[in-house]
């Protein structure tokens, strides 16, 4: 069991019997009293964001996570079959642990998944994808002077915002963590 001290941001630890990833960490002495540690965290199962004060040495229960980066194969139901490159071993991770990012996901992909024991418990697309744009309305001639965008359907069906000079047929850049474009790919 560890302690209050061993919380770092980005640790995952069991908070009434949730997985919960830290997202800050503040140590506080105060004049008068015991010093604590105000802890921010966010549900991995429910997206659910909690705030707790932990009194400094209180034990907590900080899961052990191993990540693994996976070849996406394929959808199957409500999980995506994933591959393990060195053992060829074949994983089910649940989709709802991509959250929005799952969108952007398509075969063939390396995909960060952490587990503990045999249990997927978070999952993490690429920060960043190269996706073809398989629909998008032509820009309007001339229209720079604006900071214009137009929605641009992608292979995987997602639909996202583009500016004006990005065409069909392109291939753009997409930050999976915002769902916005980055860039064109030069090809």
């Not at 960490?25 to 932990?54: C, D, L, N, W």
């Not at 400094?56 to 052990?64: C, H, K, L, P, W």
């Not at 990005?166 to 030069?186: A, S």
Request: aromatic letters at 8%.
């Amino acid at each position: 069991m560890a302690n209050t001290s061993d919380i770092k941001v980005g640790s995952i630890i069991r908070h009434n019997g949730d997985l919960c990833m830290v997202s800050e960490k503040q140590h506080t002495m105060p004049g008068k009293g015991g010093a604590f540690y105000q802890v921010k965290m966010k549900s991995i199962s429910s997206g659910r964001s909690y705030e707790h004060r932990y009194r400094s040495g209180e034990n907590v229960d900080i899961a052990r996570v191993q990540y693994n980066e996976l070849q996406y194969l394929y959808d199957e139901g409500d999980s995506l079959v994933c591959m393990n490159q060195e053992t060829y071993e074949q994983l089910y991770v649940a989709k709802n642990l991509f959250g929005d990012s799952l969108r952007f996901l398509k075969p063939e992909m390396i995909v960060k998944v952490g587990f503990e024991g045999e249990t997927a418990v978070i999952a993490e697309a690429p920060t960043f994808v190269e996706l073809l744009i398989t629909r998008s309305e032509p820009g309007v001639k001339g229209d720079t002077a604006t900071n214009s965008m137009k929605p641009a359907t992608l292979e995987t069906g997602a639909v996202i915002r583009v500016p004006l000079f990005v065409n069909e047929g392109e291939v753009i850049k997409i930050d999976t963590r915002t769902g916005e474009y980055v860039e064109r790919v030069k090809g």
